[in-house]
């Protein structure tokens, strides 16, 4: 394993990630603030949408993997199944208890930050990264 491969890899993960934070949030607030909508229903709609960026941009330059792309979407499909029902049902709880609905937010991306990399690493592009146009 290329140390410095790898460093860069954590690396455009974390820009991609962070660029799709900025949708997140964007459309959470829009969600939120404009919309008017519950904790819960604007999350979900927001955490869709970086999803969808960031699974676009993390497969074809972070992990420039040549998988499956249906296969790999199901996978990541499969994390969200799980992460997204715990998360929102914490982050409604959080929200009721009185925590300001933005540090929720915010805790709930860095938690799916880590728990997607890992997850995206180590069973959806295992063996396939840097296969991408060889």
């Known amino acids: 394993m290329n140390s410095k491969k790898e460093l860069l890899r954590m690396i455009k993960f974390t820009l991609f990630s962070i660029s799709a934070g900025v949708i997140q949030i964007g459309s959470f607030t829009l969600l939120n603030e404009v919309a008017r909508l519950e ?74 930050f880590v728990l997607e990399f890992l997850f995206c690493k180590f069973f959806v592009y295992k063996g396939t990264e840097d296969t991408l146009n060889k």
């Open 39 to 112: 904790y819960w229903p604007a999350y979900l709609i927001s955490l869709i949408l970086s999803i969808l960026w960031n699974f676009t941009f993390n497969r074809r330059y972070t992990f420039k993997a040549a998988t499956n792309v249906p296969i790999a979407m199901l996978k990541v499909f499969g994390f969200y199944l799980i992460f997204t029902p715990l998360s929102t049902w914490l982050g409604q709880l959080a929200e009721t208890a009185g925590v300001n609905e933005y540090i929720v937010l915010g805790v709930t991306m860095i938690s799916n």
